[in-house]
Structures are given as structure tokens and as C-alpha cells.
């Protein structure tokens, strides 16, 4: 892609935007970084931009800051459909990060999506990628925290791109296309931006809908939604299902992970031999494992590394044992669906809830809750409505404690009550934003101060 002597807008100061400034100037461009946030540089070192001949501009965007710009790159942080850019748009090429990294890579690109489980299906996948493409040919990228861009002009075209995708990243995108992609299911979450589920749903499909019958599409055949996706999808479908087998495609079968194609049936691994545990990482593993087999993965080398993989950090993240209680670290769980997959993996939990609530229904969270936790302590913004929800759904008030703003007052908490053979769980259900930067800074915060406990 050559920008040589164009005018390059990008804006969304963090770390896509960053990476997509400093590859635009590598590339030849004119650069401006642009974020709406005066004060963004107290939160981000905006030196090595300037250093590398990039203009920053922070304050409210307005039309001249897009006069005679050749394109526009927007943060996956930034909406696309704001006042500004339907004007802009009209006369200026509007791209997300991930399509600018698409339009640099030389290598075909194996996408990851769904609403839950996409860190650790795509980690899990690109270790499998390395089983074929080799170990330094395979980029991995995306919302999972490096520069889509900076791994597609890295890799060559005899390598790989394995990219986490979320709807954000796909709003300003209308040519990204893969060669294979897995979406692992659709639940209620980012309605505010999104506004419904089937705008949402949309923003997702964009994984294939360039694909033809030569590109791959890995679907969960128990999430009607993702099902659903085969109807219009003119790829070749592979669908994997962690309750049933299947006539073709991935399942569990006499405790193993197996595929059944086109007639044949592949053992790959058993489930007790796998390191990351829980029914949700049964369903990881399918998707991840029938995409690498699809793209021509040996059965055997997989399931070593199926054998090897070791839980994603912030995903039911064991942290330590202290007087025959475990603790672990599930702030990734940014939404009820995706704690609820952890609820459902102990028994006894003491289980530490709340924060940026995305107001997003918790009837189900809270039939679990009613099985599987013994006491309930609730931090953060979410703290009054994830009680009164508890209490509506016959919780016990005895059983719920409040903490505050304080993970500190919280795992002190769930220290003092703790018994084995309970475990002290951090499985949030929502976002971080009301105390903590992201789930990574909360999940953090979380180990430092269980590792800190005497």
C-alpha cells in the first residue's frame, strides 16, 4: 500500500491508532493523530508520534481538520456513525484499523469473533497456525492487544494472520476479508453503541462476507444465532457443537475432541488431557481446532499443542492457593454471559461481581448464581442494581456483601469467609470503566492484591 504524498487522518489516540500513525508515516503519508480528549496525553506517551514526524492535534474535531485528506482512520474506540464523519465520509475514504491492516497484508487472514471466548480461541489458534505456516510466520492480532496492522506488514506471504475481531473494529470496514473465520456465538453486549441485536449480529457477519466456497466459516451449532449465519454465508461451513454430535464437523465424543469430515472421522485430543478447563473452553477448542484443520493442520501436532495450552490471562486465571482455597482471576468477564460460563465451571464460590454495568439481563446469571455461590460480594457502579436483581431472584441477603469502589475491601472480604473447599472467583459480568482503565488493569489489581494476602 503506498501513501506516498497523501494526507492521512487517524483518529483515536491508543494503541491501534498509534501503530496505524506510525506505519501511515513509515508508508509515505502526512500524518495527523487526532483524539477529542485535550487531556489524552496525560494518559498515553505521545512522544515517540511526534518523534516520528507525526502531527498531534487533541481537541473537538471539526471539518478542517479533514481538509484535503486522502483518508481517515478511526480507532475501533471511535464510532463511525457520528455527526462528523457522515459529513466527512461523503468526500473522504472513512477505514477502521483492521481494514488498513487487511489492505497491507500479504498473507491470508483467519479471523476470530462472538461475543465471548475470542482471546482464548484466538491465542489457542495461532499456536495450532504455527503447526503449519511455522513458528515466525504467523501473526496474531486484533482486539486482543497488538496492532492489527503492525502483524499483517510484518508477515510475509508464506505466513499466516490469526486476528481477534470485535464489532467495534468492524463498523468502518467494508472490504476486510478472510480466508477463514470462526464466530463462536452472539449474546446481548455494546447494545449502546450498537443500538440492537441485529445491527450488532451484522457487524459480526462482515467476517465473511466476501468468502466464497474456497474460504472457510467455523459456526457454534448451539447458539441459534451463529447457525443461522449458514443460510447466508457462501463459504464452506464447518460446525462444531460441544452438547451433540454432529453429522459433519467438530464434537465431543467418548470424552475426546473429534472432527468428521467429509466421511472421516479425526481424533484429536481428550478432554481431560487439555489445560484450559470449563465447557466454554471445550467450545474454544472446536472452533480453534476446525479452523487449523481446515487450513490443513496435522490431527497429531494439534493436540500437542491442545496438551501444551495454558489458560489465557484474565480468563478464569488461577492465581493462588491459599489455605486450600483458590483463587482465580476472571476479569475478563465483561458481560453476564461470559461469567456465567465460569460460575458453571466450581461449586462452592465465593464470587466477587460488579462494576461499569451494561445494564444486560441477568435471569440466567442469577440461576446460576442461586446453584453455585455461596456468597455474593458486589463492587462498583453496578452494585445497587446487581442487588436488587439478586434479592428479585430469591438470593439470599445474607449472602451479599458490599465492597464499594474497593477490590481491596472485596478480596479482603472473600479472604475472611473463604473455606476450601470454596473458591474466591473475580468474574465481574461488567465492565471496568467505573474504577479501573480496562479488565486487564482490574484483573491486575485483582492478583497483586490475592498474591499480597498472608
Not at 83 to 100: L, R
Not at 121 to 146: A, D, P
Not at 221 to 239: G, L, N, P
Not at 294 to 319: C, N, S, W, Y
Request: aromatic residues 8%; hydrophobic residues 40%; proline residues 3%.
Amino acid at each position: 500500500m503506498d501513501l506516498t504524498g497523501k494526507k492521512v487522518i487517524v483518529v483515536g489516540a491508543g494503541i491501534s491508532g498509534f501503530a496505524a500513525a506510525k506505519l501511515a508515516k513509515k508508508l509515505g503519508a502526512t500524518v495527523i493523530m487526532s483524539d477529542a480528549n485535550e487531556n489524552v496525553d496525560q494518559k498515553h506517551d505521545l512522544k515517540p508520534l511526534r518523534d516520528a514526524g507525526v502531527e498531534i492535534v487533541l481537541g473537538k474535531q471539526t471539518e478542517a481538520l479533514f481538509k484535503d485528506a486522502d483518508l481517515v482512520i478511526i480507532s475501533p474506540a471511535v464510532p463511525r456513525h457520528i455527526p462528523i464523519f457522515e459529513k466527512v465520509g461523503q468526500s473522504v475514504p472513512i477505514i477502521s484499523e483492521v481494514e488498513f491492516a487487511y489492505k497491507l497484508a500479504k498473507a491470508p487472514i483467519f479471523a476470530v469473533t462472538g461475543t465471548n471466548g475470542k482471546t482464548t480461541t484466538t491465542m489457542l489458534l495461532g499456536e495450532l497456525m504455527k503447526t503449519i505456516y511455522g513458528k515466525n510466520n504467523v501473526g496474531v492480532g486484533g482486539n486482543i492487544g497488538t496492532p492489527l496492522c503492525e502483524e499483517c506488514y510484518r508477515i510475509g506471504e508464506d505466513g499466516c494472520i490469526v486476528a481477534e475481531i470485535s464489532s467495534y473494529q468492524m463498523e468502518a470496514s467494508s472490504e476486510f476479508t478472510t480466508k477463514g473465520a470462526a464466530i463462536l456465538n452472539v449474546t446481548p453486549d455494546h447494545l449502546a453503541r450498537h443500538k440492537t441485536m441485529d445491527v450488532y449480529q451484522a457487524e459480526k457477519e462482515k467476517v465473511f462476507a466476501h468468502h466464497t466456497k474456497d474460504d472457510f466459516l467455523v459456526l457454534n451449532y448451539d447458539d441459534e444465532r451463529t447457525r443461522s449465519m449458514a443460510q447466508r454465508a457462501k463459504s464452506t461451513i464447518c460446525f462444531f457443537s460441544s452438547s451433540q454430535e454432529l453429522e459433519e464437523g467438530a464434537f465431543v465424543k467418548d470424552g475426546q475432541l473429534v472432527i468428521r469430515w467429509h466421511g472421516m472421522l479425526h481424533a484429536i485430543c481428550k478432554v481431560d488431557e487439555m489445560q484450559i478447563k470449563g465447557a466454554h473452553n471445550i467450545e474454544n477448542a472446536l472452533a480453534a481446532v476446525s479452523l487449523a484443520f481446515l487450513a490443513g493442520g496435522d490431527t497429531v501436532k494439534m493436540a500437542q499443542v491442545l496438551k501444551d495450552f495454558a489458560p489465557v490471562e484474565h480468563r478464569i486465571e488461577p492465581v493462588r492457593t491459599l489455605n486450600g482455597v483458590t483463587y482465580y482471576n476472571d476479569s475478563k468477564a465483561t458481560n453476564p454471559e461470559a461469567a456465567n460460563k465460569a460460575i458453571g465451571t466450581f461449586e462452592h464460590i465465593i464470587l466477587i461481581a460488579g462494576g461499569d454495568d451494561k445494564k444486560t439481563p441477568l435471569d440466567e446469571f442469577y440461576a446460576l448464581v442461586n446453584e453455585h455461590v455461596d456468597k455474593l460480594i458486589l463492587v462498583g457502579d453496578a452494585t445497587a442494581r446487581f442487588e436488587a436483581e439478586a434479592l428479585k431472584h430469591k438470593y439470599p441477603a445474607v449472602n451479599i456483601y458490599k465492597a464499594g469502589y474497593s477490590m481491596e475491601k472485596a478480596v479482603e472480604l472473600a479472604h475472611d469467609m473463604a473455606k476450601a473447599p470454596q473458591v474466591v472467583l473475580l468474574s465481574p459480568a461488567c465492565a471496568s470503566f467505573d474504577m479501573y482503565d480496562g479488565y486487564e488493569a482490574r484483573g491486575r489489581d485483582f492478583k497483586r492484591i490475592v498474591n499480597e494476602l498472608k
